[in-house]
């Protein structure tokens, strides 16, 4: 009975979710590969506004359909590895073979401003006055692992539009390569000859999570560079990677001069052909929208929590407890809480 309650209840609100004529422009707009409705529907399922989140709810489950047809790449490291130089010749190579682009450049919030750089197209000039790519900046707004909260709608907007190549851009700060490892198909960690960057990604185990590892500017020290990717390649081998068949790949580039761009596509190509053909790349987005599923149901649950009357009234109070020792966590947490609606077979 219970499951078939369930399977009820999803029909349901899959059924409510059918986009209204005020917005049908926007899926049919999408669906031909039109930038104004893309760009408009991406700033949709941006927005804050109540009314705007279920109206892009509904375009996105219209959308749903011809999305996943795209390899999605992130692309993570740290600031001065050349991410941006690396993005724009890489799209420029995959135009090239006829492949379009769209490039989700997530840029830092100012944590006093709130506001951001977004110099992505300004970075990426020659790439983003190509009619085959799209480049679109978006803040962090803060969010954890430097991954703004609707990098994973956008993306999706993205490969509905029938883009062949989704790639991801973070800040490469904090939780950033974990954050965006769970959500694409490949992940990619630039990294520097020479500057330390190779033994501080062994450290914190960034290598572990990686498919393919680039030392690029090789061709500033080229020495330099292949010592990195024998120290790498070498730690690899002691490490558990993220897919237990296969260890990470280590290649080196030089961006600014186009040179290895070609060579490591066709790597991302036959990973990526692989994942495909054992199954691996179709149970990875299973389990990658499970999780998403899990993430919006705690970021809701948290929101509405603060949102709740009760809670507004005491949190402070019971903040200022906590701090000065009255109160102990767990009970502040467990007080605050029972504000919310009563548990199951509670009155």
Known sequence: MTGKGSTTEASSALESTSVGPADRWLVDGVIEGLRRPLAKAITLVESTHPDHRRRAARVLDALLPRAGGSIRLGISG??????????????????????????????????????SILGDK???ERLSANPNAFIRPSPSGGALGGVADKTREAMLICEAAGFDVVIIETVGVGQS???????????????????????????????EIADVIVVNKADIDPVAAKLARRQLAGALTLLRSSAPHRKPVVLTTSASKHQGIDMFWDEVERLHRSM?????????RRRQAVDWMWGLIDAGLRERFRENS?????????REAVAAGRLSPGAAASRLLDHLEPRAGEP
């Open 276 to 284: 495909v053909d054992g199954g691996e790349l179709d149970a990875k």
């Open 78 to 115: 740290s600031p001065g590895a050349g991410k941006s130089t690396f993005i724009e010749a890489l799209g420029l190579e995959l135009i090239r073979r006829g492949l379009r682009v769209a490039v989700l450049a997530i840029d830092p919030s100012s944590t006093r401003s709130g506001g």
């Open 310 to 318: 009760k809670v507004k009234r005491d949190l402070d109070s019971f």
């Open 177 to 207: 390569e974990t954050t965006v490892a769970g959500m694409v198909d490949l992940f990619v960690l630039i990294q520097l000859p020479n500057s330390g960057d190779d033994l501080q990604a062994i450290k914190k185990g960034i290598v």
């Open 122 to 124: 300004t970075r990426m």
